[in-house]
Nanobody, 123 residues
Framework: QVQLVESGGGLVQDGGSLRLSCAASGRTLSTYVMGWFRQAPGKEREFVAASWGGDNTAYADSVKGRFTISRDSAKNTVLLQMRSLKPEDTAVYYC?????????????????WGQGTQVTVSS
């Protein structure tokens, strides 16, 4: 089973940028669907972005054009570059790994999760 560890969260001002990393061990990520989700206090976990099958990506409408998901195969890592951050992006961000039959926007279909990293955007 793959193990995932996120890093890169922190406090940033409105309009700032952060880059989150998700390092994997135990398995190579090349065959996995990789997703980023987030959960704000009092809200359900929501889809942010996903990468699968080489160049395929998907984004939530709320982050499209501001966030970019990518992979660093040499480091077995998935990245989430976040730009033009807004206070409503404040949440705990989780990376997740799924098998090829994963429904990328559905958290329940992923098989492994990291512990999460806090992102706080101040206004």
């Amino acid at each position: 089973q793959v193990q995932l560890v996120e890093s890169g969260g922190g406090l940033v001002q409105d309009g700032g940028s952060l880059r989150l990393s998700c390092a994997a061990s135990g398995r190579t990520l090349s065959t996995y669907v990789m997703g980023w989700f987030r959960q704000a206090p009092g809200k359900e976990r929501e889809f942010v972005a996903a990468s699968w099958g080489g160049d395929n990506t998907a984004y939530a409408d709320s982050v499209k054009g501001r966030f970019t998901i990518s992979r660093d195969s040499a480091k077995n890592t998935v990245l989430l570059q976040m730009r033009s951050l807004k206070p409503e992006d404040t949440a705990v961000y989780y990376c997740a790994a799924g098998r090829p039959n994963t429904v990328v926007v559905q958290a329940a279909t992923y098989v492994a999760w990291g512990q999460g990293t806090q992102v706080t955007v101040s206004s």
